[in-house]
């Protein structure tokens, strides 16, 4: 797994964690709400006090609204899990991704133990980091990471293949704790946290994004696995 001082800037990687213990980390529908919102104000470097936010009058849309200043990386796609999240990242400044994951980390385990009414490490350790190093690898990636929910409805999906493309589909639309639907064309305010511009334009034909998610929902187990990710 990559350190820190392997990151470079200009560079896409693949960040990933789980729950200490595989344990669930989002256990409610504001947890999910609270994680997002911190993807999109921990990206900065200005300090983050979502509490004082509210305090102000804000709510939770405005939230993405905030003036960032200086962002510390860009982010092309991210979801969350029941246990685990994956982000795809791009380092834009020195020790960027790693300011931004310890400011994440921190603030998410502090809100989360705080609400849950339990102490200790939140986290299985320090985040895990891997390059995307090939321009195919990179484009994998959006598929790789937009997939993830359809674990929920068939877990054995990527071993046996898929039950019922239509109705795997329609999970992913309906999911909301990733950026599926911002690269689907919905107008929500939560697309704040994505910097599309930063990354290769892959999508910029019509339906070239449905056609990458359904061409990896019929192909192999094996081959969308590929041992390069874990989660």
């Known amino acids: 797994m990559l350190k820190d001082n392997s990151i470079a800037v200009d560079e896409y990687y693949h960040i990933y964690n789980r729950g200490t213990e595989k344990r669930v980390i989002y256990k409610t529908k504001s947890d999910y709400d609270r994680f997002m919102a911190l993807l999109?104000?921990?990206?900065?470097?200005n300090p983050v006090s979502i509490k004082d936010e509210y305090k102000a009058g804000k709510k939770y849309d405005d939230l993405f609204l905030i003036d960032r200043n200086k962002v510390?990386?860009?982010?092309?796609a991210y979801v969350l899990m029941p246990n685990h999240f994956?982000?795809?990242i791009k380092e834009v400044n020195e020790g960027g991704i790693?300011?931004?994951?310890?400011?994440?980390?921190t603030g998410y385990s502090m809100y989360f133990n705080k609400k849950h009414d339990r102490t200790g490490v939140l986290f299985e350790g320090r985040y895990k980091a891997k390059r995307a190093d090939?321009?195919?690898y990179l484009k994998y990636l959006f598929s790789y990471i937009h997939l993830n929910p359809i674990k929920l409805i068939e877990p054995e999906w990527k071993e046996t293949g898929i039950k019922n493309r239509n109705e795997a589909l329609k999970h992913l639309q309906e999911y909301k704790y990733s950026s599926y639907l911002d690269y689907q064309g919905v107008n929500r305010v939560v697309s704040?946290?994505?910097s599309k511009d930063s990354f290769p334009q892959y999508f910029l034909e019509e339906n070239s994004f449905n056609d990458q998610?359904?061409?990896w929902l019929d192909y192999s187990s094996a081959n969308l696995s590929r041992g390069r990710t874990s989660g």
Do not use: A, P
């Open 213 to 215: 998610i359904t061409h």
């Open 86 to 88: 994956h982000i795809l």
């Open 192 to 194: 704040n946290v994505l």
């Open 134 to 136: 090939t321009d195919e």
């Open 40 to 45: 999109y104000l921990c990206n900065s470097t």
């Open 72 to 76: 510390l990386v860009d982010i092309g």
């Open 98 to 105: 790693s300011q931004f994951m310890k400011k994440l980390s």
